[in-house]
T-cell receptor, first 110, second 114 residues
Framework: AQRVTQPEKLLSVFKGAPVELKCNYS??????LFWYVQYSRQRLQLLLR??SRESIKGFTADLNKGETSFHLKKPFAQEEDSAMYYC????????????FGQGTRLTINP | NAGVMQNPRHLVRRRGQEARLRCSPM?????VYWYRQLPEEGLKFMVY????????ESGMPKERFSAEFPKEGPSILRIQQVVRGDSAAYFC????????????FGPGTRLTVT
């Protein structure tokens, strides 16, 4: 079964502190992993994907196949990072549909 | 490019009524995905359509729900005889091709069943 788990519904850190949003997945095969972000009053948008291995807005995420994890990290949080973050995977099916985790609401305190 | 449009943004229906949710894809996109988000949960896939074809409806409830994407006009998600459990946010995403990472999401329609 395909499943994405984000164990923290809420995460609060201070500005300038490191941030790590956890994501674990279950999939029998080689999924593609993503992080999506939804800022207040904005649409859900793609933040990054594991294949591109790039840093977006200071965020990085490494796929760990042994631990089936794809945690999102940023060394120094900024207030504008406050948002809802969703981890998602896509398998090799015909539709390329996304399977989302429950989401983590990140709040950066000044 | 105005992005993916969904209307209405908010819809209130009484139990037993029909709900019609519309999704206009981005210009040049001929693929549409529908997702549902129940309270306190993540988005869950419902159906994937290309123009005039349903490609994957594995996430659609077997009864009362249907979707279409005609040659002209928006994609429609139709829920007949709504029940309280249908209250949710419904998101559509459009894509230029079958693609996981090229899905561009609309603002969603929040359906409330009273």
């Amino acid at each position: 079964a395909q499943r994405v788990t984000q164990p923290e519904k809420l995460l609060s850190v201070f500005k300038g502190a490191p941030v790590e949003l956890k994501c674990n997945y279950s999939y029998s095969g080689s999924p593609e992993l993503f992080w999506y972000v939804q800022y207040s009053r904005q649409r859900l948008q793609l933040l990054l994907r594991h294949i591109s291995r790039e840093s977006i807005k200071g965020f990085t995420a490494d796929l760990n196949k042994g631990e089936t994890s794809f945690h999102l990290k940023k060394p120094f949080a900024q207030e504008e990072d406050s948002a809802m973050y969703y981890c998602a995977l896509s398998g090799q099916g015909i539709a390329q549909k996304l399977v989302f985790g429950q989401g983590t609401r990140l709040t950066i305190n000044p | 490019n105005a992005g993916v449009m969904q209307n209405p943004r908010h819809l209130v229906r009484r139990r037993g009524q029909e709900a019609r949710l519309r999704c206009s894809p981005m210009k040049g996109h001929s693929h549409v995905y529908w997702y549902r988000q129940l309270p306190e949960e993540g988005l869950k896939f419902m159906v994937y359509l290309q123009k005039e074809n349903i490609i994957d409806e594995s996430g659609m409830p077997k009864e009362r729900f249907s979707a279409e994407f005609p040659k002209e006009g928006p994609s429609i998600l139709r829920i007949q005889q709504v029940v309280r459990g249908d209250s949710a946010a419904y998101f559509c995403a459009s894509s230029p091709r079958t693609s996981a990472y090229e899905q561009y999401f609309g603002p969603g329609t929040r359906l409330t069943v009273t």
